[in-house]
């Protein structure tokens, strides 16, 4: 077995931001998950309104005046492993995000018009390599710092989001994240939460990197949602090319279920279907599968959560995924302790199994910023 230890630092840096979709007077947390900016923005607006920092009549006046809200944050994250495979045994990089929701239609209505779009900054700042590279350095298949690259600068979402029908139906166009939207989960993300693959995304799933979308998205009633993308399958986050060359698509289907809107995030069931075609360029065959994933929240403290999925194709990492973990919001505190443990028969045929478990505690220092100390322990990585 070996091991990671990690210390994430987040600040936020709130310049316009509150309750996004509420202001834009639709929905979008329907066509998007916890990781989009429509969430981000809600969740960097309830930090700066809580801060000494805070300029909320400016942040109030931006939105009632032009619907646009904004914000920025910078993380780093440090790691350190017991062991590797060729000396490298950590890496200290950062991330700067801008990120923002304009309503430029329909502002307050059920059918607005949203332009969505963030700009990263990924860098390595010291060490052997930087974070979403050290996994490799120990043949574990995944990132144990995902997101925590050297890419440099690079548009990251850009789209359109337009509803109709009161809200009920939406359409987002453009540069989407397939994270975003696909098997969804309400854990957080990986720069306030845990830093594995394995727990942020079900690795069963080919879902391609950054790049041109389209997505549809019904709100059935208070409970049930159906929503569907279609994606270019050679997405490149540091590219801005669309479908070039032959046309392969990516294409997930999702039906989630929740009590209310109200808990869409904290108690929540989803099932997902998707297919992605032959890449022949990169010998990758055509690939589909299914998946399943959700969270409860028990008292506002518990909440357990799971992801499963089955493919067949090597365009993913895994042939099947289990997942499954629990949060806790310490009493008393504005605090989070996270714990989440994996399995993973991998797609190549040579490799063995990965299983390993994560767990993290998230100190909010002040309510701008928080470090986040974690460890992870990886049992018998696929590479020896």
Not at 260 to 287: C, G, K, Y
Request: proline share 4%; aromatic share 12%; with cysteine.
């Amino acid at each position: 077995m070996k091991w990671f230890g990690g210390l994430l630092v987040g600040l936020i840096l709130a310049v316009s931001s509150a309750h996004a979709s509420q202001a834009d007077g639709a929905d979008e947390a329907f066509l998007g998950g916890p990781t989009s900016i429509g969430k981000e923005l809600e969740e960097a607006g309830e930090v700066a309104s809580e801060s000494v920092w805070s300029l909320g009549a400016f942040r109030a006046r931006l939105i009632e005046r032009y619907g646009l809200a904004v914000s920025a944050d910078y993380a780093t994250l440090y790691q350190y492993a017991d062991d590797s495979l060729t000396g490298s045994d950590n890496g200290l990089g950062g991330v700067l995000r801008l990120y923002g929701r304009w309503t430029l239609v329909g502002r307050g209505t059920g059918h607005a018009g949203t332009l969505v779009a963030r700009v990263e900054h990924r860098h390595q700042l010291s060490g052997d390599v930087a974070p979403g590279h050290l996994a490799s350095e120990l043949g574990y298949h995944g990132a144990v710092g995902f997101g925590f690259t050297d890419v440099g600068v690079f548009l990251a979402p850009f789209y359109w989001e337009q509803f109709f029908a009161d809200g009920h139906l939406g359409v987002v166009a453009g540069r989407l994240d397939p994270i975003d939207f696909t098997d969804v989960l309400g854990v957080g993300s990986q720069w306030s939460s845990f830093q594995n693959t394995a727990v942020l995304s079900n690795m069963s799933i080919a879902a391609p990197d950054i790049g041109c979308g389209l997505g549809v998205g019904f709100r059935v009633n208070e409970h049930w949602v159906i929503a569907t993308t279609a994606h270019d399958a050679n997405g490149d986050q540091t590219e801005f090319n669309c479908f070039e060359g032959t046309l392969r698509l990516f294409e997930q289907a999702r039906v989630s279920w929740t009590p209310t809107r109200a808990r869409r995030f904290a108690n929540a069931m989803h099932l997902t279907v998707w297919h992605q075609d032959e890449r022949p360029a990169i010998r990758l065959e055509e690939s589909y599968g299914v998946a399943a994933s959700g969270n409860w929240a028990f008292t506002e403290r518990w909440m357990p959560f799971f992801r499963w999925g089955l493919s067949e194709g090597d365009a993913p990492q895994a042939r099947q995924q289990l997942t499954t973990g629990l949060m806790l919001n310490v009493p008393g505190r504005s605090d989070q302790l996270g714990i989440g443990a994996w399995w993973q028969d991998l797609s190549h045929r040579d490799l063995d199994d990965q299983s390993g478990m994560e767990v993290f505690y998230r100190w909010n220092v002040i309510p701008n910023l928080a470090l986040t100390p974690s460890i992870q322990f990886l049992n018998d990585p696929a590479e020896p």
